[in-house]
Nanobody
Framework: QVPAVESGGGSVQAGESLKLSCVASGYGVRSNCLGWFRQTPGKEREGVAVIFSGDGHTSYADSAKDRFTISRDMRKETVHLLMTSLKPEDTATYYC??????????????????????WGQGTQVTVSS
């Protein structure tokens, strides 16, 4: 298994935007559900957004709805997370990982992080007020 590689994090002011990218080798071939997660010290890793390779179906955590957009580039095995209207509470380390699900409806933002594999090293996002 090849770990995913995240990029695009940084420090921004509240209200600004960032676009994260994740190169996930084998996405769309060996795995079909790719998720973005985030974690802050002392808290569990939480799902932010996922995308299903087959039809591009997406699912978002409530905290991400209407602000974040996940998209995929199958040819480049890359998935992006466009984050707009960022808030200080979005500050976290963001990770991507892959999973293979038997039904598209199982690829959801609430899917347990422990089911995903190929975790990357993460990219830090810091939002200042």
């Amino acid at each position: 298994q090849v770990p995913a590689v995240e990029s695009g994090g940084g420090s921004v002011q509240a209200g600004e935007s960032l676009k994260l990218s994740c190169v996930a080798s084998g996405y769309g071939v060996r795995s079909n559900c790719l998720g973005w997660f985030r974690q802050t010290p002392g808290k569990e890793r939480e799902g932010v957004a996922v995308i299903f390779s087959g039809d591009g179906h997406t699912s978002y955590a409530d905290s991400a709805k209407d602000r974040f957009t996940i998209s995929r580039d199958m040819r480049k095995e890359t998935v992006h997370l466009l984050m707009t209207s960022l808030k200080p509470e979005d500050t976290a380390t963001y990770y991507c990982a892959t999973d293979r699900v038997s039904l598209p409806g199982l690829c959801t933002a609430s899917r347990r992080a422990s089911l995903f594999i190929n975790w990357g090293q993460g990219t830090q996002v810091t939002v200042s007020s």
